[in-house]
Structures are given as structure tokens and as C-alpha cells.
């Protein structure tokens, strides 16, 4: 199949590819219960050695530098308590950790998580967590940029490899909220 952005040699439906995903994310895709059918969530493999942004559009395609999305793992406190969420922005924004993902934590501070939690946390590596497979009591908020469009490149859960899904069907997600100003300049 034929990938509907970038230059990929193959496009494959994630259920038809499981064991190319972690396990959560494979557990994820055989529940999928959105209005966007599983088998819209494509993957495409891809090599770690074109991992960096700017090299990966050079070598995937131009098109995927406003089509790509970024999901960061980040970690809210207030008072002893932590609350961990995934971000997802565009690729060419950065999250506005101090802003609108504190407000909408009710954190009194929020950064991004170490990465020892983030991959210990959902069971993905490192450069290649996706929203798809999250632990499902983590809130998941979503720029509004990213839904809107008719593709998006994300992490697979692994580093090799990338999703291609459906922006609306990161408004889907469990734990989702879909937030103007998330992702900023």
C-alpha cells in the first residue's frame, strides 16, 4: 500500500503488523474502538540512523516536516502528588510546558518527565513514544493543529518504525483533549 504522505517504500495497516509494535501499542491497535477504522493507522518502516528531524525529512520527504507529530512525555506536581500526561504538538512547535499543560494539570510546576519514567511508564523506547498505547488513566492532550490534519507521522513505540495516523483520530484517544495553544513557536 502506498503511504499517503512522505516517501515510503511500503505502507502496511497496524493491525496487520503487531508484532512490528510494542506491546502496548499492539494492545492498543487490537482494541481500537474510534469512529477512524484500525486499519487507517498505517506503518511504515523507517531506520533509526534517520532518526533526527531534519535528516529524517531529508530522507523520508519534505512534506513530513508539517505533517509530523512530536509526543513528549511530561509530569505535573502539586503538592507531593505527580500526575504523568503525553503531549502531542507538532513537529516544527514545542510544548508550552509552563503554560497551558500546567493549567490544564492544575500543577503547581510541570517539566518534562526523565526518560527512565517516560519509557518505564508506557513500555516504549525512547524517540519513538506515540499517544497510541498510553497507560489509559494518563490524560493525553492533543494540539489542535495535530487533529486537523488528514495525516499525521508519529512514533510506533519503537525507533524503528513510525505511525501514520488520522488527526481526528488523536481527538479518540483515551484521555484526550484537544487544545488550542499547546503547541507554541
Not at 507521522?153 to 495516523?165: A, D, P, Q
Request: with cysteine; proline share 7%.
Amino acid at each position: 500500500m502506498r503511504a499517503p504522505i512522505g516517501d515510503f517504500d511500503h505502507a502496511t495497516p497496524a493491525p496487520d503488523c503487531l508484532d512490528e509494535l510494542t506491546d502496548p501499542v499492539a494492545d492498543a491497535v487490537r482494541r481500537w474502538s474510534g469512529t477512524v477504522p484500525a486499519d487507517e493507522i498505517l506503518y511504515v518502516e523507517t531506520d533509526p540512523q534517520w532518526a533526527d528531524t531534519a535528516v529524517f525529512v531529508e530522507h523520508y520527504g519534505r512534506d513530513l516536516l508539517e505533517r509530523s507529530a512530536n509526543c513528549v512525555v511530561v509530569a505535573g506536581k502539586r503538592g507531593s502528588g505527580t500526575t504523568l500526561a503525553a503531549c502531542v504538538v507538532l513537529s516544527t512547535t514545542r510544548v508550552d510546558v509552563n503554560g497551558v499543560v500546567r493549567r490544564q494539570l492544575g500543577a503547581r510546576k510541570a517539566s518534562f518527565a526523565p526518560m527512565d519514567t517516560a519509557t518505564g511508564e508506557t513500555g516504549m523506547e525512547y524517540g519513538g513514544i506515540t499517544p497510541i498505547g498510553l497507560p489509559g488513566d494518563w490524560p493525553v492532550l492533543v494540539d489542535s493543529a495535530v487533529v486537523d490534519l488528514p495525516y499525521v507521522l508519529v512514533g510506533s513505540g519503537r525507533r524503528r518504525g513510525k505511525l501514520l495516523v488520522p488527526g481526528k483520530a488523536f481527538a479518540q484517544l483515551p484521555g484526550a483533549v484537544v487544545l488550542e495553544g499547546l503547541g507554541v513557536a
